[in-house]
């Protein structure tokens, strides 16, 4: 899978690209997605463990995702918890994915169903 | 504020219990990472708000979320398992019973009731009896994957002992007109058990005999 066409993946679901942005900027265990998420949502966004845990075995059979075993974040380790990081199929999946909304996000400003901010 | 640590110690451990509505590979894959995700959560909520009352809405999100992803889970699971043949295979003796158990047996002994002899009416009646509940229990079991093979088949026996024995419990000191519960029927219900589950288990060590490697690795 790791060999295909990302647009083969898209449109991701909403949980799956963001766990995919969650990874983007760092390796993280199930908890630190979650509360990226939360965070760069403003908490509109809430995973739970069963969407989350779901999400990320799609993810890894899919070859987006792949555990780590660095452990990043010194301050908060724990030898229980498992850390996940972006494979580079995974950050194109991604990259295609945002090209895509973004196709979109464009497509309702030429209709001015948003404002061009 | 201090945390109640002891509550979320509680609700970690009753979430761990509730992950059994996962498939086994699943639960065992993720479900050590799930619950403690949970706990985090629990420990975050009841620092920021207000205590055990905090809980509440960390089980409400809890409960929905397990309701969503859980039945996703089993049907991947299911499809992952080799599909529906696959499935139809195991399950086909349960099936098989089911169909010999309705079309066959229970008709019969309908029919012949009154003109059967005690031994054979008690063998007949726990045979029906125990058959529609030990082979609901071990397609109940092995449509979900909660368990398979072996072990399907003996905790379908160790569920359908403890049904019939409440069953025969409550008869018995309930009054009523069976409460004159004789030996003989105790025994046939005992036989009917042994019976259904060495069959089970013969059609299992059979399947698993002639699955070979991979699919006995699965």
Known sequence: MAG?????????????????????????????????????????????????YGSIKRMLEQ??????????????????????????????????????????????????????A | MKTPERDVSRSRRAYALL???????????????????????????ARAGRGAAALVRVWGEALLDLALTAPREHLESFREGGGVMRTLRTVALALLAYAFTLLVVAPL??????NLPAVVNSLLDALISTGLIFNFVFLLLTLTRWLEGVRAVRAALALTTLIVG?????????????????LLIVVAQVLSLLFWFTVHLWWVLRRRGSAGPPAAAA
């Open chain 2, 166 to 182: 409440a069953l025969i419990t409550l008869i018995t000191v309930g009054g009523g007109p069976h409460a004159g519960l004789s």
């Open chain 2, 109 to 114: 002994y309908a029919r012949n009731v009154g």
């Open chain 1, 4 to 52: 295909s066409d990302p647009e083969e993946l898209l449109p991701l679901s909403p949980a799956v690209f963001h766990v995919l942005l969650a990874l983007a900027d760092a390796e993280r265990h199930g908890y630190g997605i979650i509360k990226e998420v939360e965070a760069r949502t403003g908490g509109r966004v809430r995973l739970g463990p069963g969407t989350l």
């Open chain 1, 63 to 116: 070859g987006l995702v792949e555990e780590s075993d660095e452990r990043p974040d010194a301050e908060l380790d724990d030898e229980r918890r498992r850390y996940y990081r972006l494979t580079d199929f995974g950050r194109r999946v991604a990259a295609a994915e945002a090209e895509r909304l973004s196709g979109l996000v464009q497509v309702a400003r030429a209709k001015q169903l948003l404002s061009r």
């Open chain 2, 19 to 45: 992950l059994a509505a996962y498939p086994r590979e699943f639960r065992r894959a993720y479900g050590r990472e799930m619950a403690l995700v949970f706990a985090d959560r629990c420990r975050e909520r």
